[in-house]
Each structure stands twice: as structure tokens, then as C-alpha cells.
């Protein structure tokens, strides 16, 4: 819908970010009144903790603009794509844009997207909530369709998925599938196409975050179910106590957060990126849909049959006895233990994942295949990483996360060049891996 601008105040000689509404849309009613709205709706709530504050509102060439404070930090998506987040480190966020949501419900304001991507963080790391663009506050006009869904598949309340207001129970909802992910590495309802994870919110049942990371307590799965419920009313009252649930949870777990140090002596590896799970991982993202809720339940219709791709792996094997299919699975199994850290224990499913997926060509044996030199290198190996490495490359193609990890292999284990005078050195960054074929 526009940019965004780092500019500096030249009075106060402060950095601060311009959020500038795109030409196209300028002249576009709605979108400027949707765009006006979230200054009037953030100016509202500024000075509020850990909500973003604006400074300024103006107008450019016709074009609105929008002068907030400048946080530095990323955002809590960011984080997210990097690998794991440590739990203490979780709560905090969650504590923090609890505070906000509960904020501006009390100003009458429904943030209606609450997701990692707009809990931007500061030097400090603290959240500050931004982007109520499409937020509604009491007395406005919604300026949406009646029947139509605004937000982001993944964190979407069932009630706004069928096209119905949004509450302050619908940011609850959402905060509970960003605590999901927060904990867990995935979205609770992660699928194929933004419109099935909208209807997945609708009818599907919470699944259970033990089960991906069994260190979990079973209390966790009860307050994610709370969270998530499809009643708005059976939520927990406040954001606040949703999230002091959740770290009374937790507590029970008992078990101190993984590093991700090899077992070695060297110093510990520091991954950049995050591995890759699947195809579902990549496609995803975080789509934003603005679609009919009848649309919805059109798409999902003709997706409740089987994609061509996974009738082909439900039917073709390899010579391990191995499915595709259950290769696929492997890989999801590993990718799921790596994510909470355990990488002895992601070893062995990965090993078999691309024994199981050897030969397909699918992208889901590049993704497993850089999974498991991922896993070998952070366990501290220096063999077996660098041939599925180039394996999973030859398949999608060149990747930052496959660059990165080759990067940390050389820097950690390449052998030194031979002397220059023997006329058969290698060049830098060719360094060889004499570990099993993986």
C-alpha cells in the first residue's frame, strides 16, 4: 500500500520512520480513509507502553503521510525465520504486546492483525505494536464489505475468517497463535494456501503443541486451547491473563532451553537462517487474504480432494521400502525436533527422509536434504554436510541459508590451502567433505 521512509527530525535530530501511502492508491477513497484511520487509531493509543508512537500526520504531492517513532530491532517475524527463540525471551514479547492489546481494547480499539511481522523491536528488545491499518475503534466505519475477511490467514479468528466483526476476543485468538509459533517454530494451522489455514481456524481442532515439542507441559496445550477456541467467548478474559496462564504452564516443564552449541569444543555455531522444513514453510509466508468467506469455502472444497503431487507419493516407494510420502514425514519429524534444539534425536528420521526421498527430484528432498546437513554441523560434524548440501542446491537452486551454512562449514572446517608453490591449491571455499553420501 505505500513505504516506508527512516528519515531524521531535523528539530529534535531524532530518527523516525515515514509511512508513505502509495500514488496508486492515493486517490483511492477507501484506501486513504483506511490509511487516515490508522493515524487517528495509533495517535489514539500513543504513549501507551509498548505500543508504537506517532508523531506527525501530513500530506505530500496529495499523498498522506504518516511520522512515527523509529525502532531499530526487526520484528518478532525476523526472529522467528532466524531458528528457535528461548522461552523466557518468548513470554516477554507476549507479556509485552499483551500489555498493548489490553491498552487499546480499553480505548476501544481492535487491533485485527496481530502477528509477528507487526511487533517491531527495539534496541532493547521490546515489542512495540504497530500497523493498525486495519484496525477498527469504536464510533469508526469499518470501511470493509459485509462477507469479507481482512487480516492474515495464519492468525485469523474464526469469526473474522466467516466475515463476521471483529472483537477484542479475535486479538486474543491471534495472540494465541502467535504464542503457538513463539513455542512451538510453526503456526498452528500451517497449510497449503492461505484460504485452507483460513478455513483450518474455522473447523479444524486445536492441535497439540506437546506433540511438536514434547518438553512442553500438558498445562500448555490447555491454555493454547483456551486461546484458540473457536467461541470467542470462552477465551481467557484479558490478553494478560492469557499469556499469565501460559507462563504458569510452563513452568511446570521444568527444563532449561536448548543451545544450539556443538558437542565439540569449538566455539558455538551461530545459524543466521533457519533450516528448511518443507514446502508448505516457503509457500506460506504470511499471506494476507481479502476474500470472500463463500470463496473460501470454494477453494477449500476443490482442496479437500488430493494434489496431484501427493497422489504420486502415496504410491511410489524406493528400494528402502520407504514411501515418498512417509519421507515427507521423515523430514517434517526432523525439521520439528531441530526447531526445539534437539538435533541428536533429528538425526536418524533425516537420514531416512532422504534415503526415502533419494532420486525424486522434489523439493522436499532439497529441503530434507539441507535439513540434515544442517543437523550434522550444528551436532559439530564436519563430514556428511557439504554433499547434501550441494545435493539440495543442484535441486532449488542457489539459496542465502545454503550459502550461509557453506560459509560456517569452510570457516570451521575446511583444511588449509597447500602451498602456493606446488601449483594444485584449491581456491578458497572448496574445501572437501569426506563424510557419508547423505
Known amino acids: 500500500m505505500g513505504e516506508v521512509y527512516r528519515a531524521t527530525d531535523s528539530v529534535l535530530q531524532r530518527p523516525v520512520a515515514v509511512k508513505l501511502l502509495s500514488e496508486r492508491y492515493a486517490s483511492d477513497p477507501d484506501v486513504r480513509a483506511r490509511f487516515e484511520r490508522e493515524a487517528l487509531t495509533a495517535a489514539r493509543l500513543s504513549g501507551a507502553r509498548n505500543v508504537i508512537t ?5 500530506e505530500h504531492d496529495d499523498r498522506p503521510y504518516i511520522v512515527m517513532e523509529y525502532v531499530e530491532g526487526g520484528s518478532v517475524h525476523d526472529r522467528l525465520r532466524r531458528g528457535p527463540v528461548r522461552r523466557e525471551q518468548a513470554l516477554e514479547w507476549l507479556e509485552q504486546t499483551a500489555r498493548a492489546l489490553d491498552q487499546a481494547h480499553a480505548n476501544g480499539v481492535v487491533h485485527r492483525d496481530v502477528k509477528p511481522a507487526n511487533l517491531l523491536l527495539d534496541a532493547d528488545d521490546n515489542v512495540h505494536v504497530t500497523d493498525f491499518g486495519i484496525a477498527s475503534a469504536a464510533g469508526l466505519d469499518t470501511l470493509t464489505l459485509p462477507g469479507t475477511v481482512l487480516g492474515t490467514a495464519g492468525y485469523l479468528s474464526p469469526e473474522q475468517a466467516q466475515g463476521e466483526a471483529a472483537t477484542p476476543a479475535s486479538d486474543r485468538y491471534a495472540l494465541g497463535a502467535v504464542a503457538f509459533e513463539l513455542l512451538t517454530g510453526r503456526r498452528p494451522f500451517e497449510s497449503e494456501t492461505a484460504a485452507t489455514e483460513a478455513f483450518a481456524h474455522v473447523n479444524a481442532p486445536v492441535p497439540s503443541a506437546t506433540r511438536i515439542d514434547p518438553r512442553l507441559s500438558r498445562r500448555v496445550d490447555a491454555v493454547l486451547e483456551r486461546a484458540l477456541a473457536k467461541d470467542p467467548d470462552a477465551r481467557p478474559a484479558t490478553a494478560s491473563a492469557l499469556v499469565g496462564d501460559l507462563r504458569a504452564a510452563i513452568a511446570d516443564a521444568d527444563e532449561p532451553a536448548p543451545t544450539l552449541a556443538p558437542r565439540d569444543e569449538t566455539p558455538p555455531v551461530v545459524f543466521r537462517r533457519s533450516p528448511l522444513r518443507s514446502k508448505t514453510a ?10 470472500a468467506v463463500l470463496a473460501v469455502a470454494g477453494i477449500l472444497g476443490i482442496a479437500g480432494g488430493a494434489s ?3 497422489g504420486t507419493t502415496t504410491t511410489t516407494s524406493d528400494d528402502t521400502g520407504v514411501s515418498l510420502a512417509e519421507g515427507e514425514e521423515l523430514n517434517d519429524v526432523g525439521f520439528a525436533r531441530m526447531q526445539a534444539g534437539n538435533y541428536e534425536s533429528a538425526l536418524a528420521p533425516l537420514v531416512r527422509a532422504v534415503e526415502a526421498l533419494r532420486g525424486s527430484g522434489s523439493l522436499t528432498e532439497a529441503y530434507a536434504r539441507y535439513n540434515l546437513a544442517f543437523t550434522r554441523f550444528a551436532l559439530g560434524h564436519c563430514s556428511g554436510v557439504l554433499t547434501p548440501l550441494e545435493r539440495s542446491e543442484a535441486i532449488q537452486g542457489r539459496r542465502a541459508e545454503i550459502d550461509d551454512l557453506r560459509e560456517q ?7 588449509p590451502p597447500p602451498p602456493a608453490d606446488n601449483g594444485k591449491g584449491k581456491g578458497k571455499g572448496k574445501g572437501r567433505d569426506k563424510g557419508d553420501e547423505g
Open 54 to 58: 506517532v508523531f506527525d500526520v501530513g
Open 282 to 291: 516457503l509457500v506460506l509466508g504470511a499471506a494476507t487474504v481479502l476474500v
Open 308 to 310: 496431484p503431487e501427493a
Open 409 to 415: 562449514w569452510n570457516a570451521r572446517c575446511a583444511p
